[in-house]
Antibody
């Protein structure tokens, strides 16, 4: 069974940093691109970043470019999202998903709250 | 690519047919996916390629369209189908979602 398990969320103050992790199992991790999507409370889905199978192709939403860094460790079947200079409008549930046909399987999400 | 979904809310009865629309600001060929999200749950991929159902998705869900106009049709609505549905284009970067259509009783 394909499983994605996010972790690392929490409450931080504006300007602080946080690293999210997404541990994958049940599929050939090295064969899939991975993506992060967030959802602010009561709002819709907002694509954040994607990384290719080998990590050589990376894309970011303009809203996070220069502040967030996506990476992956294929030896650990894990994708990361390093977030810095966090702002109140980064408050959201962050989901990781594997990229097959589209965003095929999603994790349960991890909540990030940015507040003073 | 801006993705626009309409209506924002759709009130239907069990057994009815729901028709959800999604429009792209520029052509995305058939590089469109539909997701279902129930309260408190993660999104679930229903269809990709505008019309290809994911394994396990009931046949009452169907998708159509290409270019800029797309439709998700849910026939004979079941109680478990009441949810929010999002379209998403994966033709261009940045990947973009529609704002969602809430299908409610």
């Amino acid at each position: 069974e394909v499983q994605l398990l996010e972790s690392g969320g929490g409450l931080v103050q504006p300007g602080e940093s946080l690293r999210l992790s997404c541990a994958a199992s049940g599929f050939s991790f090295v064969s899939y691109g991975m993506t992060w999507v967030r959802q602010a409370p009561g709002k819709g889905l907002d694509w954040v970043s994607s990384i290719s199978e080998g990590g050589g192709s990376i894309h970011y939403a303009d809203s996070v470019k220069g502040r967030f860094t996506i990476s992956r460790d294929n030896s650990k079947n894990t994708v990361y999202l390093e977030m810095s200079s966090l702002r109140a409008d980064d408050t959201a549930t962050y989901y990781c998903a594997n990229v097959g046909h589209a965003f095929d399987v999603w994790g349960q999400g991890t909540v990030v709250t940015v507040s003073s | 690519r801006v993705m626009t979904q309409f209506p924002a809310n759709l009130s239907v009865s069990p057994g009815d047919t729901a028709t959800l629309s999604c429009r792209a600001s520029l052509s995305i060929a058939t590089n469109l996916a539909w997701y279902q999200q129930k309260p408190g749950q993660s999104p679930r991929l229903l269809l990709y390629g505008a019309s290809v159902r994911v394994t396990g998705v009931p046949a009452r869900f169907s998708g159509s369209g290409s270019g800029t106009e797309f439709t998700l049709t849910i026939r004979s609505l079941q109680p478990e189908d009441f949810a929010v549905y999002y379209c998403q284009q994966y033709n261009n970067w940045p990947r973009t979602f529609g704002q969602g259509t809430k299908v409610e009783i």
